[in-house]
């Protein structure tokens, strides 16, 4: 009887521990790429979205600003101080211009603040009431609306834009 319940408590011989540890092995080299694919994964979404969220916070400021232009001299006109392509600046001081990559906020009250570093294309088009065709050059305060691209090295948002003066009319 004694040697019954002996042979139950012996420990495992060394085969039975090599033998465990090559399904262990095997098991790792199994799941470790899997692993490395899924954290590579999460790493280049978190980039994308932070990248991303940039992007449309400048635009969105961009907007903004385009939105709440100031009215101009003559009733349903906006008054511009400066505009082409990648400049639009009013005349109550705000606005938006794009200098050496960087898009600025232009603010009479407070210094000028970057909304996007690393900017590839800025690019803003006054266009006339048929939505076509662009507002001369001469006349951007008679825009009906804007066109807008913004772009970075690994993302691109457009949008329309109507002034609120421009609504008026």
Not at 29 to 44: C, G, K, M
Not at 102 to 128: H, I, K, R, W
């Amino acid at each position: 009887m004694r040697q019954t319940r002996a042979a139950h408590r012996r420990g495992m011989t060394l085969l039975e521990v090599m033998a465990s540890v090559i399904i262990l092995s095997i098991t790792a080299v199994v799941v470790l790429p899997v692993i490395d694919a899924a954290s590579r994964n999460y790493s280049e979404t978190a980039n994308v979205r932070s990248q991303t969220g940039r992007i449309r916070y400048a635009i969105d400021r961009v907007t903004r600003v385009l939105r709440q232009a100031p009215a101009g001299e003559t009733s349903g006109t906006i008054g511009v101080a400066r505009f082409d392509a990648d400049t639009a600046e009013f005349s109550d001081g705000t606005g938006v211009d794009l200098v050496d990559g960087s898009l600025m906020l232009l603010d009479p009250v407070q210094d000028d603040a970057m909304l996007l570093d690393g900017v590839t294309a800025f690019e803003l088009v006054a266009l006339g009431s048929d939505g076509v065709t662009p507002v001369p050059g001469d006349a951007p305060e008679t825009v009906d609306r804007y066109r807008v691209r913004l772009a970075t090295a690994d993302t691109e948002l457009r949008m329309i834009v109507y002034p609120r003066v421009g609504m008026t009319r």
